[in-house]
């Protein structure tokens, strides 16, 4: 796999043919990296907890001590005991809606608020645990060059010209060639209740257009999750 390095060379020497930025497009390719990261929900990027103490005092759950941090959470599992369940996902307003009581129960619902999860009520057990399943932000070297890029590999070229995209910004002061890069459809697109395939001619957005789907995304037709047919009774 490729690191942040091989992105850079590939970007200043042999694409600007610049060797010179070689050092500051690291930087660069790091900042597109990340970013592509943050927007794509990357199975590679899928992390799960061990089991977490439900609290029997309070109903607010930290997720500042999960590492690595979490970036999206996936699904929540409660166990009671010996007996688990997926955990519905719900809304703070909605808690704050109802009157809840301070008494132990059951735990079913959650809600995310900053960087804590609130359950919909406190454990009225102290062996009670939960578990995450999540997306975590990319792991960056301490010399962010030997990054290894864990995305697929169909990926590495917008991370290539996302950085060039940068480099012509920032480096270069070619804002007429970035613009290129980026140069969006001749008509404004218009809204529509169905999916529209969008018709840029700057590489980037087509890019993002033309990936591969994520791998779950690919197999979410052997789902079996549909809405229950009406049963005659």
């Not at 970007?11 to 990340?34: F, G, H, S």
């Not at 166990?79 to 809606?97: A, E, I, K, L, N």
């Not at 009581?101 to 619902?109: D, E, K, L």
């Not at 578990?131 to 590495?156: F, K, Q, S």
Request: charged letters at 25%.
């Amino acid at each position: 796999m490729p690191t942040l390095s091989d992105i850079a060379v590939l970007v200043a020497a042999t694409n600007l043919r610049r060797p010179d930025i070689q050092y500051e497009c690291v930087e660069l390719a790091k900042a597109a990296y990340l970013s592509i990261c943050a927007k794509v929900p990357f199975d590679e990027l899928c992390m799960m907890t061990s089991e977490r103490a439900v609290s029997t005092t309070t109903t607010i759950h930290s997720l500042d001590d999960i590492d690595p941090p979490v970036n999206g959470i996936k699904s929540v599992r409660i166990t009671y005991g010996t007996r688990s369940r997926r955990m519905r996902r719900s809304d703070t307003r909605v808690f704050d809606s109802e009157s809840q009581s301070t008494i132990g129960g059951y735990p079913a619902r959650y809600a995310r608020f900053g960087t804590s999860l609130e359950f919909d009520r406190v454990a009225s057990a102290s062996n009670f645990t939960y578990r995450l399943r999540y997306w975590t932000a990319p792991t960056i070297a301490t010399n962010p060059g030997d990054t290894v890029m864990v995305i697929p590999g169909e990926w590495h070229e917008l991370v290539k010209y996302e950085t060039m995209y940068r480099a012509y910004i920032e480096l270069l002061d070619e804002q007429e060639k970035a613009l290129m890069m980026m140069q969006p459809a001749m008509l404004p697109r218009q809204g529509s209740p169905t999916k529209i395939r969008s018709a840029e001619v700057g590489v980037i957005p087509r890019l993002w257009n033309d990936l591969l789907r994520t791998v779950s995304q690919r197999e979410h037709v052997d789902e079996d999750l549909a809405i229950s047919p009406m049963r005659p009774y």
